[in-house]
Structures are given as structure tokens and as C-alpha cells.
Nanobody, 124 residues
Framework: VQLQASGGGLVQAGGSLRLSCAAS???????MGWFRQAPGKEREFVAA????????YYTDSVKSRFTISKDNAKNTVYLQMNSLRPEDTATYYC???????????????????WGQGTQVTVSS
């Protein structure tokens, strides 16, 4: 599975961005997730979506601001980010795994496939 993330950029606080992650390859996926990593910090979970059914999960700091969605026909997952804050600045990565379980969604080590990352910078 290859994941191609895009959509990052520079935005002022309060602004919006939409990230995309296109998946290709033969393997199926159970969940797709978004993580982010700021300089000097560990990679942290942002959101995930179950590929079949579409149930979504978010870390508390982005609830009500970020929305994860998917387009099954395009094998693409999106992360709509609204009301962005300077602390959202990070490199954002998409990830997928064909067998991950719900209790492991927030663990980066549970995902087998990763995109290359896209930089999001929020200025104050």
C-alpha cells in the first residue's frame, strides 16, 4: 500500500486547511488515521476513520475543529481542519493498516503503512 498525503501549507490562526491522503496498492485497510509530529515531540494521534462504516475517532484537542472523512471510490481520506491554532503546527502523516483494532488506533506502531507527511504551519 502506498499513501500519498497532500494539502498542507501556511495559514493564519483561525484559518482552515484540508489534507488529503490517497491510497494505492492491493492491500485492503480496516482503518485510516492521521497523526502529527511537531519538532522535538513524539508523533501523536489526531483522528481515524473505519473504512467500512465510517465511524470516526478524534483526539480531544481537535474535536469540533477537525473532521475526518473518506471517499471509498477514490481510496482517499480527508482531514478538514478548521479554527486552526499555532499549536496545530506540525508535519501531518496519514497511516493505514489492514488489521488494526480499535483499541490501538492512537498508537503509531500499530500502523503498517505511512504516507510521506505534509507540513502544516499556523501563524499567530
Amino acid at each position: 500500500v502506498q499513501l500519498q498525503a497532500s494539502g498542507g501549507g501556511l495559514v493564519q490562526a483561525g484559518g482552515s486547511l484540508r489534507l488529503s491522503c490517497a491510497a494505492s496498492g492491493r492491500s485492503s485497510t480496516r482503518y485510516m488515521g492521521w497523526f502529527r509530529q511537531a519538532p522535538g515531540k513524539e508523533r501523536e494521534f489526531v483522528a481515524a476513520i473505519r473504512w467500512s462504516g465510517g465511524h470516526t475517532y478524534y483526539t480531544d484537542s481537535v474535536k469540533s475543529r477537525f473532521t475526518i472523512s473518506k471517499d471509498n471510490a477514490k481510496n482517499t481520506v480527508y482531514l478538514q481542519m478548521n479554527s486552526l491554532r499555532p499549536e496545530d503546527t506540525a508535519t501531518y502523516y496519514c497511516a493505514s493498516d489492514p488489521s488494526i483494532i480499535q483499541s490501538s488506533l492512537a498508537s503509531p506502531t500499530a500502523y503498517a503503512y505511512w504516507g510521506q507527511g505534509t507540513q502544516v504551519t499556523v501563524s499567530s
